[in-house]
């Protein structure tokens, strides 16, 4: 069996060698390459790559590895146009495919990484999966989409729940990580089942990993976290954070929370500490602790009813482990 390391050499080989028409214009595909080889995590196709081999062993990850890269390929084009769409100008700590090329680019680009990721779907050696990839693929696909669709519209709203919010991210980020897990297991060989509950445990794994993000844009450490801290706060983004304070905050609290609010970038500092003390008074910093650590309780619970031997994940629990240790 891989280990957690020698999995995480192997799909970034896979990265490195995707293959791109280099005889085509440069200003399409040279921010394609740029925005695969700015590092990343790789957690799409490491959550593929260990389900594959829990229940198949290392011919399974050598089968799904096309799969696997196609979902880091995907994963990278939705974030060309996050970045466009949020206006974000740092991405792992470098500046993003539209700040350094433009909109338009990053746009193109993203298509031709759509594109990508489809062509190295139908180019695996399992031929008799590619319908059933397919389905699951353009079921996340279509989500993914909705998910960004209610994170835009929600910065017009004030009165976004918690369960909208939980339902957001879970389509936006969840879901990916679920599918990744769920395509892995399939081509294992495990059974629907216990493909059923690696995809649920990517869902809590999803949903747990969201909420830390949320978490790390006010809390986090700006060299570890790889782009500015406060971002969530100055663009008045919804999230589990500010959701809370304003379900929490008494008249008086609701008043300042709305004044602050309407600063611009000019206050930018007072905003922020601001903010953050109002997060601190109420005590929503605590709430959202706990609800990352609930979710990891579930993802937990959940692998404990899989039938595979427990050396098999020891992988996934490396990969959980590092995530749950991101610098606060």
Known sequence: MYTYQELL???EEGVENISFNTSGPNKLYEPIKYSLAN???????????IAAQAFGGKEAV??????????????NFTLLHDDLMDNSPIRRGKPTVYKKWGGNVAILSGDAMLTQAYVLLAGT???????????????????????QQYDMEFEDRDDVTEQE????????????????LKIGAIYGGASLMEADLL???????GLAFQLQDDFLDVYGDEK???????????NNKKTMLLIKTMNKADEMQRKELNNLLSLGMADKERKYK??????????VDKDVSKLINDYGQDADRILQNLSCEPSHLIPLHDLVKKLSARSV
């Open 165 to 180: 919010y939980l339902r957001m991210i879970r389509l936006k980020t969840a879901v990916l990580l679920a599918t990744a």
């Open 125 to 147: 050696s399992r031929k008799e999966l590619i319908a059933q990839t397919l389905d699951l693929f353009n079921k996340m696909s279509l989500e993914i989409y909705e998910g």
């Open 62 to 75: 050598k089968q799904v590895m096309n799969t696997a890269l196609a979902l880091e390929v995907f994963h």
């Open 274 to 283: 601001s903010v953050v003390a109002l997060y601190e008074a109420l005590g």
């Open 9 to 11: 050499t192997l799909v």
């Open 199 to 205: 995809y649920d445990f990517g869902i809590s794994l």
């Open 39 to 49: 590092g990343g995590k790789r957690l799409r196709p490491m959550l593929c790559c």
């Open 224 to 234: 570890v976290f790889g782009k500015p801290i406060g971002g969530d706060i100055s």
